[in-house]
C-alpha cells in the first residue's frame, strides 16, 4: 500500500486510534500509580548507552556467560549473517514455533526458513493475522491492530477457525497452536533485555505463547539485538518492566527469564546489523514501546508505510537510517516533538529526523 490509499483508509486510523487511546489509558494509569516506572527509564537509558560506547567488551561478556551456561552462541554482523547462521542450525522439513520478535522481521527470518522448507507458525495471535494475511506488522507492539473482528476472522478462516466473537477466535487459535507447540522441532524468539551479568534473557509478553515456544521444542534458538544488552538482572528486569508500563500493558502478565533447560539444544545469536557503527547512538536506548509510533501525529494519518521497512513512524524512521536506509519521507515529518515527549527514553527523534534530512540532501553524511 502506498501512503496516499493509507491516508484514505479509515479503518486503518479507527484502528491506530483505538488502540492509541486504549494503550494510552494503561500508560497514564501505570506512570500515575507507580512512580518508581520514570526512575527505571532513566537509570535503563543510562545503561544502554553506557554498553554501547563499549559493544565490543559488552557483547564478549555476555557471550561467555551465555556459552558457561550451555548456550551455542554466533555473532552475526547482518542480516544475511543472521539468515545463514539460523539456516545452518534449522536446516530443513521442520516444524518451528516462533514468537513475535522485531529482530527476526529486521532480517526476514521467517520468509528465509520458508525458503529452506520449513513449516514456521508465528505463535503471537497479532502477528498469526499479520503472517496469513500476508501483511507488514503495523505497530512494533500490536501488530494487527488495524484488523476489525470481522476482518480477523476472515483471514483465520485459513487454518480452519471458524467463530465470529473474540473469545471464540482466541480460544479455536489456542486449540490450533497447542498442537503446533507439542509437535514443533524448534522454537524461535527475539529477546527483551538479556543480562551480561548472567546472560539470561528477558521476554516479556501477555499471552504465555513465548514461554511454549522456548520451553517446549528440543531446539531453540534466541535472536538478540546487541542494543538489548544491560549490565545486570535487575537492570534487564527494569528494561522490560519500562517496555511494558510505556506500552499500557502494567503490570505485564508473564516475564520470561531464560537460560537454557535441561537437555535442551539452546542457541543464540547477536546481531548487529549496523548498530554498532551508527551515528545514531541515543537510538539504541529504544524500548520499542512503540508509543512515539501511536502518538505521531503523520503515523496517526499514514501508519506504517511512514517509517521504514520494518519500523513505522519518527522511531521507524531513526531505525530505518541505522539499518541502512534512507528514506525520502523523513519531510514529511511535522517536528512537533511530541516522539520525544512521551518516548521513556527522552530520545530526541526530531534532532535524529534533521539529521537524515542533511544527509539526504547532500550536506552530511552518517
Ligand atoms: S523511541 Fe522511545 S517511544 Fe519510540 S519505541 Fe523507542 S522507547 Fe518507545
Not at 25 to 45: I, M, P
Not at 272 to 300: I, W, Y
Request: aromatic share 8%; glycine share 8%; net charge positive.
Amino acid at each position: 500500500m502506498d501512503i496516499y490509499s493509507v491516508v484514505r483508509n479509515m479503518r486503518i486510523r479507527e484502528g491506530i486510534k483505538r488502540t492509541r487511546i486504549n494503550l494510552g489509558r494503561g500508560v497514564k494509569e501505570s506512570l500515575d500509580k507507580h512512580g518508581y516506572l520514570k526512575k527505571y527509564s532513566d537509570e535503563v537509558k543510562k545503561a544502554k548507552l553506557e554498553v554501547a560506547k563499549n559493544f565490543n567488551y559488552w557483547i564478549k561478556k555476555t557471550m561467555e556467560k551465555l556459552e558457561e551456561s550451555g548456550a551455542t552462541v554466533y555473532f552475526a554482523k547482518d542480516a544475511e549473517e543472521a539468515r545463514k547462521i539460523a539456516g545452518e542450525i534449522v536446516k530443513s522439513g521442520k516444524t518451528i514455533v516462533k514468537a513475535k520478535s522485531m529482530i527476526s522481521e529486521e532480517i526476514e527470518l521467517r520468509e528465509y526458513l520458508e525458503k529452506l522448507g520449513n513449516e514456521v507458525w508465528e505463535t503471537d495471535l497479532g502477528e498469526l493475522i499479520i503472517q496469513l494475511a500476508k501483511d507488514k506488522p503495523m505497530h512494533v507492539i500490536a501488530p494487527a491492530l488495524h484488523y476489525t473482528k470481522e476482518e480477523a476472522a476472515k483471514v483465520l478462516k485459513k487454518i480452519g477457525v471458524d467463530g465470529r466473537d473474540p473469545e471464540e477466535l482466541v480460544r479455536k487459535v489456542r486449540q490450533v497452536m497447542r498442537e503446533k507447540f507439542i509437535d514443533a522441532d524448534v522454537g524461535i524468539s527475539g529477546c527483551n533485555a538479556v543480562s551480561a551479568e548472567s546472560g539470561r534473557i528477558f521476554l516479556v509478553e501477555n499471552e504465555g505463547n513465548i514461554r511454549l515456544s522456548t520451553s517446549l521444542p528440543k531446539t531453540c534458538v534466541a535472536l538478540i539485538s546487541i542494543d538489548k544488552i544491560l549490565p545486570d538482572d535487575i537492570l534487564a528486569l527494569k528494561a522490560v518492566l519500562v517496555q511494558s508500563a510505556f506500552l499500557g500493558t502494567y503490570p505485564p502478565s508473564y516475564i520470561n527469564v531464560n537460560l537454557p533447560i535441561d537437555d535442551q539444544d539452546f542457541f543464540v545469536i547477536f546481531i548487529d546489523n549496523g548498530r554498532s557503527k551508527t551515528k545514531f547512538r541515543e537510538q539504541l536506548a529504544c524500548v520499542k514501546c512503540g508509543r512515539c509510533q501511536l502518538e505521531c501525529p503523520v503515523f496517526q494519518l499514514a501508519g506504517n508505510v511512514w517509517g521504514g521497512r520494518v519500523y513505522g513512524g519518527p522511531m521507524g524512521m531513526v531505525w530505518s537510517a541505522i539499518l541502512g536506509e534512507m528514506r525520502e519521507e523523513v519531510f514529511i515529518c511535522t517536528l512537533c516533538g511530541k516522539c520525544r515527549i512521551v518516548c521513556p527514553m527522552d530520545i530526541d527523534m526530531p534532532q535524529m529526523i534533521r539529521e537524515i534530512r542533511k544527509a539526504i540532501l547532500g550536506f552530511s553524511q552518517i
